[in-house]
């Protein structure tokens, strides 16, 4: 069973950065693919970001790309966040998880088999 915290949340004004971590534990940490998720109030879970467990290779959804970068360190169990030039629209509830199945779709929330308790993210403009 592996458990996922997210830190990093906060309060923040349009056009500055914050970045969001994810420290996992009880599994071994490189056998995961990593995504982030986003949920706003009265709005689905979107996604936002994933990250391969070897590759390294990273996707990233169409509204946040060329802002936001996902990377992972797997020594530390960590998985990042970066979110640079932050707007009102990213104000969300952010969760990241963790997918066994490495041939699972990497943007399908339904695909992951473990989630943090997720954390707040608000940008006032």
């Known amino acids: 069973q592996v458990q996922l915290v997210e830190s990093g949340g906060g309060l923040v004004q349009a056009g500055l950065s914050l970045r969001l971590s994810c420290a996992a534990s009880?599994?071994?940490?490189?056998?995961?693919?990593m995504g982030w998720f986003r949920q706003a109030p009265g709005k689905e879970r979107e996604f936002v970001a994933a990250i391969r467990r070897r590759s390294g290779i990273t996707y990233t959804a169409e509204g946040v790309k060329g802002r936001f970068t996902i990377s992972r360190d797997n020594a530390k169990s960590t998985v990042y966040l970066l979110m640079n030039s932050l707007k009102p629209e990213d104000t969300a509830v952010y969760y990241c998880?963790?997918?066994?199945?490495?041939?699972?779709?990497?943007?399908?929330?339904?695909?992951?088999?473990?989630w943090g308790q997720g954390t707040q993210v608000t940008v006032s403009s």
């Open positions: 998880a963790a997918q066994k199945t490495s041939s699972a779709s990497y943007s399908r929330a339904s695909s992951y088999d473990y």
């Open positions: 009880g599994g071994t940490f490189s056998t995961y693919n």
